[in-house]
């Protein structure tokens, strides 16, 4: 694979070194492109593009979403953000006899925002001893006959550790409840079978190793569950017969496409659909190999420089972000971003989150950078 050239398609590492994949990915070319043909039509067909193009652009993302999670197209549901994925989904469970959901503290907030606003729900916080991973067996002995969901990340944001997803599935199973995955931080670096891990229930978004931009996030949902939810929060596109525009009559459409709710926004549509056809050509095997050993070659010269990691030792359990452990992560973020070093901080720790189209050099330069404006704390 010719990476370089890969690099040449995101016109921003002209002017920057960007590690920031994990907040969201560079611009490539041909998702501006994308965007820009999403312009001309509505120009040139106005409502009629819909007709023409517009609902296969809403189907053909659907199906390569479900190609990169190994699901079925009609397990595959669009939404604006994974919150609102969540919000539909987390309104079809009944709380009356399982009122819990077991989380990690680890989580990326809006998961746990969810059943913090619904008074039927109690939400139990299963803790992480060195704020890294979580240890499975918590989540275990958190589980119980009253859970209603686990539901934790694949790949933690602040940490960059994986989960075992058919781990977190089984301890869910074994309880009669549901495993519900965030897959933000994993979808397109990280391979994934949603069957094979036999989870229930996983959202993800296009904006970071999807490559696509803002307003557009994704629902799976197994097939056989689909069936059997009801959401209480609805819209036309969660209707069978939505062309049918009677105001009387609502029927869950088939699959997840139930959770749907209403108007696409399809300049997002078309930036994912681009960003996907990149993830896709690829292959999220050979994006998981490159991401590690750039993540590999990072550690290493962090460590030589003396910085402390808040990231697991083991190349199998992390995925493409690398925390820092820092005394100051703002000012350092700034000072960096003022000598065009574009990375992000969240609580202690500065993240750096190298893909397939940063390189060693960025590393080394990135490492450079940081012991100029934040040498290690010693
Ligand atoms: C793990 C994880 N979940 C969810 C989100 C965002 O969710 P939403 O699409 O609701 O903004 C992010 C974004 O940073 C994230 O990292």
């Known amino acids: 694979m010719d990476w370089s050239a890969w690099r040449d398609e995101f016109p921003t590492f002209r002017t920057m070194t960007y590690l920031n994949t994990c907040s969201l990915a560079p611009l490539a070319s041909r998702v501006r492109a994308a965007q820009e043909r999403f312009l001309d039509e509505w120009e040139a067909l106005g409502a009629s593009a819909w007709y023409e193009l517009w609902v296969d652009a809403l189907d053909s993302l659907r199906g390569k979403v479900a190609r990169v999670l190994g699901a079925r197209r009609e397990e595959i549901a669009l939404a604006p953000s994974v919150s609102v994925a969540l919000s539909a989904v987390a309104s079809a469970l009944d709380y009356a006899e399982r009122p819990r959901v077991v989380l990690s503290d680890l989580e990326f907030p809006t998961l746990s925002y969810q059943w913090a606003v619904k008074p039927a729900a109690e939400r139990i916080f299963v803790p992480s001893t060195d704020g890294i991973r979580v240890s499975p067996n918590l989540f275990e002995s958190a589980a119980d006959d009253r859970t209603a969901l686990v539901a934790t990340s694949h790949v933690y944001y602040t940490s960059g550790a994986i989960q075992d997803i058919r781990a977190i599935a089984k301890v869910a199973h074994g309880h009669g409840a549901l495993a519900l995955i965030d897959a933000y931080q994993a979808t397109g670096q990280l391979p994934t079978d949603v069957h094979a891990a036999d989870i229930d229930v996983l959202v993800t978004g296009g904006l970071k190793w ?169």
Request: charged share 25%; proline share 6%.
């Open 210 to 378: 999807l490559l696509g931009g803002t307003g557009i996030a994704f629902l799976y949902v197994r097939g056989s569950l689909a069936e059997t939810l009801r959401p209480t929060i609805a819209g036309w596109f969660g209707n069978a017969r939505m062309f049918d525009f009677d105001p009387k009559v609502f029927e869950f459409h088939d699959g997840a496409r139930r959770f749907e709710l209403g108007t696409t926004a399809n300049a997002a549509v078309y930036a994912a659909n681009a960003g996907l056809d990149i993830v896709l050509e690829i292959g999220v095997d050979r994006l998981r190999k490159r991401t590690s050993e750039l993540v590999t070659d990072v550690i290493e010269r962090l460590f030589d420089a003396g910085y402390v990691l808040k990231t697991p030792d083991s190349p199998a359990e992390r995925a493409g972000i690398v925390a820092i452990q820092m005394r100051d992560p703002p000012q350092a973020v700034r000072a960096l971003a003022s000598k065009k070093f574009i990375v992000d901080y969240r609580h202690d720790r500065l993240r750096v989150s190298p893909y397939f189209y940063n390189s060693p050099d960025d590393n080394e330069r990135f490492v450079q950078a940081l012991r100029a404006v934040t040498p290690p704390v010693t």
